[in-house]
């Protein structure tokens, strides 16, 4: 295949940490990114080129780009973490193939992106590309994430951000292994279609009752893991009024504040313990066998149906400096860049 | 032997927990215990009742008696955990012999207690009586922590209320297996003693400079565990100052104040997380020769010298009421209850 030399992407601003503590909203792109044409990036030993047909927009490359996530930026380099496309280039037997990747060479919202060739993910041919292009950060969190809920064998479980797409994703597993999720949002309006997907329980945490209602739930359908990707007090709050032997596992930060401890003394005479979650370490210490049969199961709940992709956006590459802000605005469903357009 | 059927005790007021949080301190004892006479108690079956002969005073006393402890109190029974006495009856081949004990069915600061017959511990002759009376609480938790720092085979471990007895023990478990003991305490005068005992590094946590100083010392000597009987916001910032894989260890509850998780994405990113300790928890996960291995390990270090017991003051039970809350105050050393006299 001929490829071209140059290719558009969005290229980063900053350089490594910004210092800076503003969540994952975004209403500017300009301070961040340029939208640029750079050089195809070249392939290197164990590398792998992929031509981009559809990348996903996840809160932690909202979080990297504006330099507030655990990975340092490196300017001049695309963004973008996830994605789906073609193999293009490099040393693997997947050369011509539809692979789902995480982009750790070069970001994948550019018409191009560079890979460890080790850890592209074949996709089979009934996977929608909306499937396809989010199965990695989000589905694997979740897989990941539900291995621990499993371990403690509660009746039941909590997670935060409930109305997230990887909140949906954990709500459909709690209902498939019969452990009861607890789901927490901030708007009443969330609380019927997660009902629906199968939540046992909705606590509504700008609700007046809710620690209340929560305390209640927890003594009907004890759990013993909290999954948390806000890190608010009220997430504190929910940690202290469960029972002994609780996990807080925190995998992310959308709220600013910092939550206090106000019963510590729990840890203690409670066991209750707080720890973190990181998919990076997770893949590592799973190993390839545990992370494949995990993709398996990915792409059968995708093509059955047992999980479905809610799309807010697709907005094209060409347009995103200016259409992505408001895309990722929208409350409900996921936003994906198009770099064909 | 003739048993009296009355003795002397300090009983408890209060009843169950009083949702206060006064921490550790103590001016007056009127409100939470009274000198009484009370029947001596009945032995039931798996018990042994022990005529005291010098009990402990520990932090944990002084929680449990205000309610302010993780286990309710009991109107009307006598207080105290931890004593050295000779058993006088029960169901025990160590009737007759001097016994290290937890009162965990009538307590210490009282001629007799009652306590589980499985739970004494037999005390080498050479053994001094207030190494006796205290060998339970802060020997056996210095030695189940020290496995901690152990097992995460850094090349430091830090604690705070470096002062304490129980930080003592901790120093020098550190200095004899060369894991360099980083020690955090609230007034610069406590620092020369310590250095003496073993400390590699005093941090003051009044002073201005101290979690500079902290940051600096973690890079040349980095370490893996926080064992922290405080609670307090600086321990939170101390954590947050440890390299990757740090674990905050909570055994104690010195400071009111609730610390703020102010940098949670550590918990993600660098495999932090905050867990608690509590001895009652690891005796029973332990299991009975990992109990019996430390105190063999205790009685030895006592007698050879490498742990010594400070003694602040030796207060007669007639005289607890008005003289204890003052023996408390005395910065340095550990307070012991004479029921003999």
């Given at each position: ?195 629906a997907l199968g939540a046992a329980q909705v606590i509504v945490s700008s ?55 106000t019963e510590l003394g729990q840890l203690i005479f409670m066991n209750k ?32 149906g047992t999980w479905t992709t809610d799309v807010a956006a697709t907005v ?26």
């Open positions: 295949m001929n490829l071209p030399s140059q290719m558009r992407a969005l290229v980063q601003l900053g350089d490594g940490f910004s210092g800076t503590r503003t969540g994952p909203e975004i209403d500017d792109l300009a301070p961040f990114l340029t939208l640029r044409s750079v050089p195809v990036p070249d392939v290197g030993p164990g590398q792998a080129l992929i031509k981009v047909h559809l990348a996903a927009v996840n809160p932690s490359d909202i979080h990297f780009i504006k330099g507030e996530y655990g990975q340092p930026r490196s300017k001049g380099m695309p963004a973008g973490f996830e994605a789906v496309g073609e193999v293009v280039a490099g040393d693997t037997p997947l050369m011509g193939q539809r692979v789902s990747f995480f982009a750790t060479a070069s970001g994948a919202w550019a018409e191009y992106a560079l890979t460890d060739a080790s850890r592209l993910v074949p996709c089979r041919p009934d996977l929608s590309e909306v499937a396809a292009a989010g199965q990695l950060v989000n589905p694997l969190t979740a897989i990941a994430m539900f291995d621990l809920v499993k371990e403690a064998r509660a009746e039941s479980f909590v997670l935060n951000a409930a109305g997230s797409q990887l909140g949906k994703y954990l709500i459909a597993l709690g209902k498939d292994h019969g452990i009861a999720p607890i789901a927490v949002v901030r708007r009443a309006d969330q609380a019927a279609p997660l009902r609700e007046e009752d809710a620690l209340a209602k929560a305390e209640q739930t927890f003594r009907n359908l004890p759990p013993a893991i909290l999954l948390d990707a806000v890190g608010d007090q009220f997430t504190a709050d929910l940690f202290f009024a469960m029972p002994r032997h609780a996990t807080w596992v925190n995998y992310g930060k959308l709220a600013t504040e910092a939550p206090r401890l313990r707080i720890t973190g979650f990181w998919l990076t370490r997770w893949i590592n210490q799973a190993g390839p066998d545990r992370v494949r049969a995990a993709f398996v199961e990915i792409q059968t709940r995708f093509v059955s094209p590459l060409s347009q995103a400096m200016t259409d992505l802000p408001a895309a990722l605005a929208i409350s409900d469903g996921k936003v994906f860049i198009d770099p064909r357009r």
